[in-house]
């Protein structure tokens, strides 16, 4: 148990639905990330808020988007995706984003996600 | 372009056996990390060894860093079945703020 929760674990959607992943951090961290992870790929930074702001975006396609109401929760809503889309989403989260910190990250357990 | 590669990118050892990965990267560092992941889970972390570190211990792991040649190496000492897992190296360059992970190897601990 990391102090990161994920929901939902496994989500199968439709190329025309729209959900959201919900995370969630319970250790005081000021820094939150989603990442990407496909097979065969390395893990990918899709976005990184810090002190609820989004201080990252890595050239991330819109039907892709991030919301963050409070330095606990992060949230990303998905619409119009596509097959090539589906892949493990992991959540983390660090005590500052800056890099002169030693900025370890703690992992939430994913979400699985199939675009069909 | 990818920071961080791991070498080799898949080991099979036999338990109690010693396995060595190692990490190279490309830019000049403030800090390199490695994590493991289980199967289709998240990754957790292991170790954070500073650009002006040369080794650190943490139970049975051991990690060395040279910047000289952008190198680092893990060393998991008397292996277990619980160590197969896929562990993976991340820098976090100068300037940046964002860790930036390699491919990662697999690790096959067989019993």
């Known amino acids: 148990e990391t102090g990161v929760t994920q929901t939902p674990r496994h989500l199968v959607m439709g190329m025309t639905n729209k959900k959201s992943l919900k995370c969630e951090q319970h250790?005081?961290?000021?820094?939150m990330y989603w990442y990407k992870q496909s097979a065969k790929k390395p893990l990918e930074l899709m976005f990184v808020y810090s002190l609820e702001e989004r201080v990252e975006n890595n050239s991330v396609p819109s039907r892709f988007s991030p919301e963050c109401p409070n330095s606990s929760h992060l949230f990303l809503h998905l619409h119009t995706l596509q097959p090539e889309d589906s892949a493990l989403y992991l959540c983390?989260?660090?005590?500052?984003?800056?890099?002169?910190?030693?900025?370890?990250?703690?992992f939430g357990p994913g979400t699985r996600l199939t675009v069909l | 372009s990818q920071q961080g590669e791991e070498d080799p990118q898949a080991l099979s050892i036999q338990e109690g056996e010693n396995a060595t990965m190692n990490c190279s990267y490309k830019?000049?560092?403030?800090?390199l990390q490695w994590y493991r992941q289980n199967s289709g889970r998240g990754l957790v972390h292991l170790i954070l060894?500073?650009?002006?570190?040369r080794e650190k211990h943490s139970g049975r792991l051991r990690v060395t860093l040279d910047t000289s040649k952008k190198s680092s190496s893990l060393l998991i000492t008397a292996s277990r079945a619980a160590d197969t897992a896929s562990y993976f190296c991340?820098?976090?360059?100068?300037?940046?703020?964002?860790?930036?992970f390699g491919q990662g190897t697999r690790l096959t601990i067989n019993p």
């Open positions: 060894i500073r650009s002006n570190e």
């Open positions: 830019t000049s560092i403030n800090n």
């Open positions: 983390a989260s660090s005590q500052d984003s800056g890099w002169r910190q030693s900025n370890e990250q703690f």
């Open positions: 250790l005081g961290h000021n820094a």
């Open positions: 991340a820098t976090v360059s100068q300037g940046a703020q964002k860790l930036v």
